[in-house]
Each structure stands twice: as structure tokens, then as C-alpha cells.
């Protein structure tokens, strides 16, 4: 399972390639690369060597000691917050413009909601000297300033995007209609498991060496793989990247939105930005958009894979809701030390309203803790002065 | 235009467009957003009157992709309208046009309509033909079979960047006429033509003897009879919804209409 | 060199015990135990583990291809940056955090100047389920609020300080009243090399991990010892972890201070807060107060070894203007993609300006890179728009 | 007081204090600020006429580590003065209290002084004793070398966390006095004596005939009379230096110092 969609980009009845005309040939051109990177081992040396020594991988596997007694389990956490630029995100952007020099193309573009995805296209760009556009919903490049500067800094355009929602959704928009004009040297940098074939298929495999090596970290600290693994899903890249390592084991697989975007739960299939997946959507099929105080999850879809994972049973998504959110925060940085983004505070929000029920009491479990949650702290003091007064 | 004069039947767009070809004319397809104005009826009758071949009527979706800024704007001021997109087909269904009529949208409304259902919609409301742009040839099976069978033509697009034998794929896929995309870009007006535009026809052309129009970003008379140097006929979008949003009303759009035919010549 | 100071703690005529005797047999008391644990495999081991399981150790070194290319040497990054808190504090709190643990006392006191001791120690009392007080001077309370919260997001309690410049080497004062009143229960974790023995000879050690890391890394990359060996100093942690590696070597061995806290270059022998050391001191003996862009650096003295250091001409002590390190952020980020913290800036800006000069070309070049530069990311931002202005 | 009598001569404070305490006199030692307010050498004189037995003057620092929020009060109030220590010292000569005067300062200042330099400008300043609580047992030499040679006592100080053998090789260092911290903490106020505070004193009782004198935190008259139960005399800090710093004047502390001194017994 989680192996080659093949030509199609095909999960099920999910997947994929819905994209005008113009931009087929970029998709076809993109699966040619990419395999033919991903079968090359130097390639594969690069990458590996650069998200080594560049991006501090691998992160390790932490237990938490005092929380698992607490919850009556054991609970790991995979630490994607110590990568560089403190999430996940890292992973992706290196392979693809990695990928960007090998197809001769000196440009990247990318879409970012809260401005992670940018932030961490901007730094691969940056690494690799490439010129970097990033699109940003103007509601978003006004709530994060920093890290449109942070872009900025790194040597990246920003584009406010001014058109829809002015939120992530919008800017992918506009991101496909800028690659559409500027295909012939530029590449977009998707940044989850989402849009048109072969991106869910190549952002998985790049995030592939989450799981593998959260599965040889769990066998060492466990000597078992754990009874439940455990992720947010936005787009659903740190989820997928995680599940390929465990998706061949016995272990529950679970993937958790926030309640205010949870597109595998509620989502009616349907086709946006390339893809045929799971969408919040209203009876014409005009797109809803997401909300959640995380901003990373705030999209109306979810990745083609996930929509098919939980057809098929394999994995199970949840969700939970943005109080639940704000307590696990606030208790993982109290008992273990650790501020978290609130985008994996839902993974581990839904752990511990589960420990005890349908996690049973001694299981062990993996969280993937896919950022860090610097970029958060002024909002949750914010909420949480707000969620005290009231 | 005479309310009578019922040329044009559902299925007709391609034999309408060859027989005008047929004839030694440009063709010429205007594109308006079905709902953008509230005289967007008579909008679409005055244009079949002052010399349009066949109109493409955009159905609004909230994602797009390939619309530049004044599309999306007037996809905007539909949605202000709040339409359903059954509401749009029902009043599209007494405009009585005289000429074919091809509905652009994107593949989600199509999708969630259900595709036969939609089939069965188009026709009711007296729609030819659909374009659906983010309907790729790859993807394009299901939706086909149903419109074929609801005698609904599927017209394809063919892009600058799409290479000859694909080419050869979607013209041999394609229905009503075949779409050439004359530059890499979203809708939108430009200042010239493109370099790739008369490329792109004359591959198509070599391959396909269906009607090919030219569309994205041709936006003045000049630029329609420069393109019509090689290709059959032009769609043109943006500039006519610009002045539409900029409050042309009907009389300005066939105006402007009348300017496009003339440059293509009677 | 950078062997054990004894039971008086000197480096030549530098270090030594300088504390209320109300202190002494705390020190006294501390000294044995992190003699003790430090001889003893077990405590090592269970903070290596830490280290390396939540800490994220061992840190990559990054091998700045684009800017060593500019500079016409061979660049290597230490990524301090990329520990868990975002600097190489944490090496030094899990230690003492660990000897609290061992002295069965169950609460840590620490100073803080921008925070980031003060999240690492409140960090590190979380993750072991002490009580933790942070010290900080109130014109550091105000500046770096968001910090302020994180520390008490970790479960600890911030006290402002009112005395004095309210500003670090207050918090160091008013940390060093709170431990004379609860010296019983509680730990003092001082965050740098500095302060009375044992302090600067045990957060040496806790930060030898550092050189000793970097200097391995360096065989493996460089196949030898770097020519020259940079790191910033402020009290001087990351610069005395950093050296121990390479003392021995015949690296070049340089610290960078802020222009304007510059104790090493512009300090006077004096005694302040436990220990003689280099000292910004008026004629009569009255503290200084330091002024730098990075609050981590403003520091009016230096550790005690590196007093000594200077002294005998061991490692050279050398400084970087506000203006050379904005600089110098600046072009490390867009062109090698990381947002380093202006501490360590001031380290590379010292490089970017001897590269050629004092720095021959074609030189092997290690810095540390102490932390990240999220906590900066504000003040950069409306420093740069100040001096686009002027 | 009168300005002609001067029993005290520098080195002189252990004489004075142990022919008190032979004369079965309970030890009262005030602490004032120097330069703290205008008339501080006033203050001086009226404290020395009003019954106490030595002076701890404190000489303001930067970084007073040991000094609680009161003294430190009295230290910025001092610095907003811009007094420079050479300039205190001088003021101080002038005072003619008739009474020994120790010095309380940190070892930075008397380090920058330098050890030889600042022991003569003690001297010359008409001070018997110098008390540099930062100056540990270890480090004490170089200052003590220079102080002995000088003539100047230094008088060194014993917690309640010093173990007794190493209160021995304190006491046996120390001149003029021994200080017994009462209690763990900074100099202020208190509203009872320390659990800790008679038993730091009887450790040192047990090794040492020199005086002993009981300080910080020692606030009331009743404090004091409690701790000279077993202690042979007390230090009095931030009770009289709020008083100050309130207004007391000269004769508000005068006020005080009788009080305690009643409190002591004549
Ligand atoms: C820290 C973090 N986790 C998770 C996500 C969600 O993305 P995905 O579901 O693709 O992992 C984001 C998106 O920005 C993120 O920043
Ligand atoms: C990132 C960083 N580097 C360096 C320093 C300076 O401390 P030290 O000289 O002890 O390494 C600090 C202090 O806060 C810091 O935060």
C-alpha cells in the first residue's frame, strides 16, 4: 500500500490530473523527472546529504515520560519541529528544488497559507540560488507580516493575492495560473500532498523519510512499531509522509483536521486545484472555505491519498476542535517542555481525548509533532486571553 | 435577431461553425459570465445580433484556475448575485439566441452535478456544447461518454505548450471546434499577440480539419484578424467583459461586437 | 588547555569564587556534585540521551557553498540553530536541570536577558517536572513579551526586575538574591561561562559537546582541522563549547563580541557576579552597561577563561558593529537560506569582514551558529526599515 | 558628641568592641549609605551620639548583590548624587564621630581602587574596618595582606549554611568583629528573627572570642535584644536606611538608634 499511483496518479477513484491544457505537459514533464530522480542515486545522495547537514535530519523520536503516565500510555513524538525551519515543510521544498535544477528550470513558485510552506520554499530556493515567488492570501500576508518578511529576507517575492477568499485556497489559485504563464522556466512547488498528478505521488515520496525513520526509531525505543500512529492532516503531507512508514505494519493509523476544515470527515468527493478528492463544498459544488486557528490546516481539501485511505479503511481521520487544540499546547509545553505548532496539537489533542477510550490503557503511541510552534505563540496568548474571559 | 429563427439546436455548434466556415467566413465567439450583470440575457441576445457565430457563456466557480482578474471579477459579481447554477441555466434557457451557445466551466460544478444530469441540464437550457478547461484529456472519459450521449459537443483545448501527437489526441477527442490556446497565461486582455499564437493553429491545423478558434488574450479587432490569418475564427473573453463590467450594457457589447466582426470581415 | 581550573576555579589570574558566604557551600555543594556526575557513566549517558532524543544532538555542520564561494574560503556552519529552543542553551539547562535532579532539589532559578535562557531553563524544568523562576530585567520583560509568555506557557514563573539597569546583569543579581534566600531547594542555572566556580567550568563542559561535535564534523568534511574557528561571545557558552574542541588544534581560535558590550577587547579586570574577569567598569569600578542590537550579547563582562584565553593569546577577541551584523543576517539568509539569531552573527560578520584580510583565501572557516534568528526576525525588520530611512 | 574626643583610631574597632562588651555593653552597629542624602555626614554624627558603637558606612556599587530593595534604595540615591568613592571617603573624613567606622563595599570597587590604595584611603578617611561580603574565604588574600599591612580590620561574615569548620577558619580570619548573617537572604526588613539566626551565632561562639555581631534582617528593638541573647551585638541596616530614605533626618535616626540601644540595654 502508499506505493506507485502509477501513470494516472490514480488512489482508488481519487487522484489524478485535472489541469488545463497548457500545464499537462509540465505535469508530464514533472513525473518524468521525479522518477527519474527518485531511481537515481545520486540524486537520492544529494537529498539525503542535504537534509542532513542542511536540514538537521534526521529528527529524533522523543518520549514523553510524564504525559504518557498521565494518559496511561506511552507516547512518542516525531520531532519534525528540530528541522530546519521548524517543521516538515523542509523536507519537500529541498527534493523539489533539487528537482527544479535537474529540469534546467531556474525558478521556483509556491503557494503558503500561514507562510510555513513559503518560508521553507523560499530557504530551499534561497540554498540552492533560485529565483522564489511565493503567493500569499492578503488575509494572511496581514495576520503573518513576520513571515512575509522572513520571505523577503530570504531573497523571495511575495504576492498578495487578492482575488477569492484571500486565503490559502486563493493563492494556489493564483500560483497555477502564474505557473500556467511561466511554465517553460519556472516549477511549482506544491506543498502538500495535494494538486494534480504526480504531486500527491512526489510530495509523499519526499516525505517518506518521516515515517522510515520514525519506524526504525519506534522498533528502538519500543521493540514494536506503536499500536496507533498519529498525525494532523492539512493537506495531509506530514500525515502521508509518516503512514508510508507504518502503513504495512498492524498499526491504527489515524490523521486528525480541525474540526473547522475537516474535509476527509465532512468532504464530498469532487475535483479542485488538479485533484479528485475529498471537498467541503456547498450543493452546486462551489468551494467552502476552511477555518481553524491553525492556519496550516485551513483548507477545504485534503490530499487524493487520504481520501482513499479512509475509503478503503486503512487509516481512520478524525477531529478535533480548537479548544481541544489550545489545552493539548498549553499541556505539552507544561509537562514536556516542548511548544508545538498547532497544527500536530490536534494530532495530539485527539491522543488524549482517546487515551482511555479507544486507545486502550498501556498502548503505545506514535505523534507526529510535524512543527515547531514559534510561529504561533502571539495568537494562543491571544486566545487564550480571550478563551479566559470569557 | 428574430426570436423565431431557431438555427441553432443543441448539438449544432459544429455543424453551425463549419457550415459558416464553409461560407468563407471568420467565426467569431464572444464569452460573457452567465450572471454577471442583471441584463446579462439581453447582453447575450444583443450579441448574437450583432454578428457572434456562437457565444460561450461562463458558469461562475469559486476556484477559477484559468481565469485572469477580470473573469474572476465578473465571476465575483455573479456570485453577488447569488445564483444557482440551475437558477443561471433556467434563465439562460429563454434567452432564444438564434445562434449556438457552449457553456464554460470548471469540471467540480460539472462533477457534483452529476454528469448526465448536467448533459440533461445543458440541453434543457438549450446549451451545444461545454468547455470545461480543467477537464484534461486523460480525465475526460466519463464526462464524454455522458455528453455524447445527452448530444452535448465537448470541445478541447489545445495549448502552445502541448506537443504535435498530443495535439493529434485531443483534436481527435475534441467537438464543436477545437480550442487553441494562444499564449501560456490565464484570460486576459493583452497588447499583442503572442509569438507562440499562430503556431499553435497551424498544428492543430495540421492534424484536425474541425473549425479552430483562437482564444485567450486576443483582445482587440487587430489582434481577431491577425490571429484569423490562420485560424478559423476567435474566442474573445476579457475584453468584452471588461467593458461589461465596466457598464457597456448591451448596446455597448454589440458594439463592440460589431467592431470584432468587422475587422473579420462580414 | 581548557582542562580542569581546580577547586579555585582560575584560569590564570581570571575565574575564582566571589559570592556572599551564604553562597559558598552552595557553590562548594554544586562543585562536588557535577564533579561526581560528571565522572559518573550513567548521568553522562542519560544526558546524552536527552541530548540527543529531545534535544535533537547531534547538530549538523553546514558546509556554505554560495557564501564560502563569495568569500573565497570554505565556510562550515555549526547549526546550534537547530537544537530544540533554536540555541545551544539547551545543552547547558538539561545538564543543570539533570544536577538539580541529583541534589535532590526541586527547583531551578535562572537570569534571562532576551529569553533564551530563560525558555531553555523553563524548558528543561518542564520537561523534568521542576519548578522554575526566571529573572528579567523589566526593559527585557517589555521588548521580548512574547518570550515572557513562552516561559510561563513552560510552567514557569518570570519576576521582573525593577533594580538597577533592569536589564541582564540585573536579573544576574537579583537571580543570585533569590538563590542566597532559597539556596536549600534550589538550583541557581546560570546560562553562560560565567559567574562563580563551578559555574564557568561546568557549562564549559556542559557545552564541550559542541567542539567536540563540530570538531569531528570538520575531519569528516574538511578531512582536517579548520584554519579558523569563530564564535560570538557573550558571556561566552557557545565560544568556550565551541574552542574545547579545537584548543588543542592549531585552529585560529576567534570570539566576537558586540561593539558595544565588548568586555573581552575593551574590559577591565574586575570582579562582578562571582568571578574575576574582563569587565565594562568606569574608573571607580562601577558596571557598564552593555549596548548591542542582540540582547544576547549585552553583557558588560565575559567568562573568566576567556579572559584568559586573550591573555595568553590563545583565541583572539575580536568585535562586529551593529551595522557589519545586520549585514551580515542578511546575506546569510538569502543566500544560504538560514535565519540565524544576531548573536552569531556577529560571528560571521567578523568573517565576512577578515575573509581575504586576516583570513586568507582559500582558509577553512568553522562558525558556530549559536541559534536561530526567529526572536529577531521583528527587530530586523524595523532596523532595516530605520536604516533604509536614514 | 564632641568633635575633640577620639577615642577611636583606624584599627581600632576590635579594641572598642571588646572593651564594650567587657564592660558588659550589648554591641549596636548602624549601617548608613554613604552619600544617600545630603546631610548623611549629619546623619552620621547624630547615630554616633545617639549610642552606637561603630558605623558600617556603605559605599554605593553598581551591582550590589547582597543588598536588599532598601539599601539598594539608599545606593541609586547615592549615585543620583554622582558621588565618586574618593569623594565619599573624603566627606567621611570630615565627620569626627568619635566612633569606629567600618567601610561596607564590594570587591570590585576596592579592586579597581587597587588592594594598597584603597586600605591608605581608609585610613586616611579615619575608617577602622572594611566588610566586602563578596570576598570569600578563598579570596581574601590579596586584600587582607594589603588591609593588615594598612591597619585596616577586615571583618568577615558567617551564614547559617556555613558548616562549623569552616566558621572556624572564618572567625579565624576575621578582625574587628565576626558578622553572623542571621539569616538566608538579602538585606531588608523582617518581621520576626530567623529560626537560623541563634544558632549561626552559637556555632561561632563555640570557636571564637572575637565579637559577635548579628546582621541583616535584624528590623526592631525587639529583634535585637532577642538575638543579643546569645549574640554580643547587632548590625541594623534597611530598618534605619527606610527611615532615611522616608526622611528621617538626623534626628529620626538618632530617634532610632536610641530605641535600639534601650532596647540592648544602656
Ligand atoms: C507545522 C505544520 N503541520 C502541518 C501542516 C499541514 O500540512 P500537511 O497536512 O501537508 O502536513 C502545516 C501546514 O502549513 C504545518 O505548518
Ligand atoms: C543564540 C545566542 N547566541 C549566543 C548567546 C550568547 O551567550 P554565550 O556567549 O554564553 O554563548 C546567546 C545568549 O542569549 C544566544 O541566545
Same mark, same amino acid.
Given at each position: ?55 538537521? *535530519? ?48 531556474? *525558478?521556483?513558485?509556491?503557494? /503558503? ?47 498578495? =493575492? ?72 492539512? !493537506? ?13 505494519? !498492524? ?30 463544498? +456547498? ?21 487524493? %491519498? ?70 504561533? =505563540?502571539?495568537? =494562543? ?10 | ?7 441553432? *439546436? ?13 461560407? !468563407? ?37 469559486? +476556484? ?10 465578473? !465571476? ?85 505548450? /502541448? ?9 481527435? *477527442? ?47 479587432? +487587430?489582434?481577431?484578424? %491577425? ?29 463592440? =461586437? ?9
Amino acid at each position: 500500500m502508499m506505493g506507485d499511483p502509477g501513470p494516472d496518479g490514480r488512489y482508488g477513484e481519487f487522484g489524478g490530473r485535472f489541469v488545463p491544457e497548457s500545464l499537462v505537459p509540465a505535469c508530464l514533464e514533472l513525473e518524468e523527472a521525479f522518477r527519474s530522480a527518485w531511481a537515481d542515486p545520486a540524486f537520492r545522495a544529494r537529498l539525503d546529504d542535504l537534509l542532513a547537514r542542511f536540514g538537521g *535530519r534526521p529528527t529524533p523520536v522523543t518520549e514523553c515520560h510524564r504525559l504518557g503516565e498521565r494518559l496511561g500510555i506511552r507516547l512518542l513524538l516525531k520531532r519534525e519541529d528540530l528541522a530546519h525551519t521548524g517543521s516538515h515543510k523542509l523536507n519537500n521544498v529541498v527534493g523539489q528544488a533539487l528537482l527544479t535544477e535537474r529540469m534546467g528550470k531556474h *525558478r521556483m513558485i509556491a503557494e /503558503t497559507g500561514a507562510g510555513q510552506h513559503g518560508v521553507a520554499a523560499a530557504t530551499a530556493a534561497a540554498l540552492l540560488g533560485l529565483d522564489c515567488t511565493v503567493f500569499m492570501g492578503e488575509v494572511d500576508t496581514e495576520r503573518q507580516a513576520l513571515n512575509v518578511f522572513r520571505m523577503e529576507l530570504l531573497g523571495a517575492q511575495v504576492k498578495t =493575492v487578492r482575488t477569492g477568499s484571500r486565503t490559502l485556497k486563493d493563492a494556489v489559485n493564483e500560483a497555477l495560473r502564474e505557473w500556467v504563464a511561466t511554465v517553460e522556466d519556472t516549477h511549482y512547488c506544491l506543498g502538500s500532498v495535494m494538486g494534480p498528478h504526480p504531486f500527491p505521488y512526489m510530495v509523499r515520496e519526499l516525505q517518506r523519510v518521516v515515517g522510515t525513520e520514525a519506524h526504525a526509531q519506534s522498533l528502538e525505543i519500543l521493540g514494536a512499531v506503536p499500536d496507533v500512529v498519529v498525525a494532523c492532516v492539512g !493537506g495531509g503531507s506530514n500525515a502521508a509522509g509518516t503512514f508510508t512508514g507504518f502503513v504495512d505494519t !498492524g498499526a491504527r493509523l489515524v490523521g486528525v483536521e480541525a474540526a473547522g476544515g475537516a474535509a476527509a470527515t465532512n468532504g464530498i468527493p469532487g475535483i479542485l486545484h488538479g485533484m479528485r478528492s475529498r471537498l467541503l463544498q +456547498d450543493e452546486d459544488g462551489q468551494i467552502r472555505e476552511a477555518e481553524s486557528i491553525s492556519a496550516g490546516l485551513d483548507y477545504p481539501g485534503i490530499g487524493p %491519498e487520504h481520501a482513499h485511505l479512509g475509503s478503503i479503511g486503512r487509516a481512520e481521520y478524525a477531529r478535533a476542535t480548537d479548544d481541544e487544540v489550545l489545552d493539548a499546547f498549553s499541556v505539552l509545553a507544561r509537562t514536556e517542555g516542548i511548544i508545538a505548532a498547532l497544527e500536530p496539537c490536534h494530532a495530539l489533542a485527539w491522543v488524549i481525548a482517546e487515551a482511555g477510550r479507544s486507545i486502550a490503557a498501556g498502548s503505545t503511541v506514535l505523534v507526529t509533532l510535524s512543527g515547531r510552534g514559534d510561529k504561533d =505563540v502571539a495568537q =494562543v496568548r491571544d486566545l487564550l486571553a480571550q478563551r479566559a474571559g470569557r | 435577431m428574430a426570436a423565431t429563427s431557431v438555427t441553432a *439546436r443543441p448539438g449544432g455548434l459544429e455543424s453551425a461553425l463549419r457550415a459558416r466556415r464553409a461560407g !468563407g467566413a471568420k467565426l467569431l465567439i464572444p464569452y460573457v459570465m452567465a450572471g454577471m450583470t442583471d441584463d446579462w440575457i439581453e447582453v447575450l441576445q444583443a450579441i448574437a445580433s450583432a454578428g457572434a457565430d456562437a457565444i460561450e457563456v461562463g458558469l461562475p466557480f469559486s +476556484d477559477p484556475m484559468i481565469d485572469g482578474p477580470v473573469v474572476q471579477a465578473a !465571476g465575483l459579481a455573479a456570485f453577488e448575485r447569488h445564483p444557482t447554477i440551475q437558477g443561471l441555466l433556467d434563465r439562460l434557457a429563454t434567452a432564444q439566441l438564434g445562434i449556438p451557445i457552449a457553456i464554460m466551466t470548471y469540471y467540480n460544478l460539472v462533477f457534483r452535478f452529476g454528469h448526465r444530469r448536467f448533459a440533461a441540464a445543458l440541453t434543457a437550457a438549450g446549451v451545444s456544447a461545454a468547455i470545461v478547461p480543467d477537464l484534461s484529456l486523460e480525465e475526460l472519459d466519463p464526462w464524454a461518454a455522458a455528453a455524447d450521449a445527452g448530444g452535448i459537443e465537448t470541445v478541447l483545448m489545445v495549448a502552445p505548450s /502541448t506537443p504535435p501527437a498530443r495535439v493529434a489526441s485531443i483534436a481527435a *477527442r475534441s467537438r464543436g471546434f477545437l480550442y487553441a490556446i494562444t499564449r501560456m497565461g490565464v484570460t486576459g486582455e493583452r497588447t499583442a499577440l503572442g509569438d507562440a499564437a499562430k503556431g499553435v493553429v497551424e498544428r492543430a491545423r495540421a492534424v484536425s480539419d474541425l473549425p479552430i478558434c483562437a482564444g485567450i488574450g486576443i483582445s482587440t479587432p +487587430d489582434q481577431a484578424r %491577425e490571429v484569423c490569418e490562420v485560424a478559423d475564427g476567435v474566442v474573445v473573453g476579457s475584453a468584452l467583459v471588461r467593458r461589461l463590467l465596466d457598464g457597456a450594457g448591451p448596446e455597448g457589447a454589440a458594439e463592440f =461586437v460589431r467592431e470584432l466582426r468587422g475587422a473579420l470581415g462580414g
